[in-house]
């Protein structure tokens, strides 16, 4: 089973940007569906984005045209750049990855193995 380490979270003023890295060991993120969902206090987990093994990808309405998905083979990583941050993006940012079938690449049960998490904070 793939383990992944989050990393790239911290604190941004509203319309900042940041970017989040998901690194992979024990296996190479090409062959897996890998996504970023985000949870709040509160909140249920929630599909930011994802990147198929395909390479194609998809995004939340909310995200769509401010936050793009990447993935870099070479470094077996994949990347998450959130530019025009809002202070409702606030939330833990967690990796995961699976070999996740279309219909269930929105949901967490469709992920087999998740990363720590890393804190996101943007303020008004």
């Known amino acids: 089973q793939v383990q992944l380490v989050e990393s790239g979270g911290g604190l941004v003023q509203a319309e900042g940007s940041l970017r989040l890295s998901c690194a992979a060991s024990?296996?190479?993120?090409?062959?897996?569906?890998v996504a970023w969902f985000r949870q709040a206090p509160g909140k249920e987990r929630e599909f930011v984005a994802a990147?198929?093994?395909?390479?194609?990808?998809h995004y939340a309405d909310s995200v769509k045209g401010r936050f793009t998905i990447s993935r870099d083979n070479a470094k077996n990583t994949v990347d998450l750049q959130m530019n025009t941050l809002k202070p409702e993006d606030t939330s833990i940012y967690y990796c995961?990855?699976?070999?996740?079938?279309?219909?269930?690449?929105?949901?967490?049960?469709?992920?087999?193995?998740w990363g720590q998490g890393t804190p996101v904070t943007v303020s008004a």
């Open positions: 995961a990855a699976g070999t996740t079938i279309l219909s269930n690449m929105r949901q967490p049960g469709g992920y087999s193995s």
């Open positions: 024990g296996g190479t993120v090409s062959r897996y569906s």
């Open positions: 990147i198929r093994w395909t390479g194609t990808t």
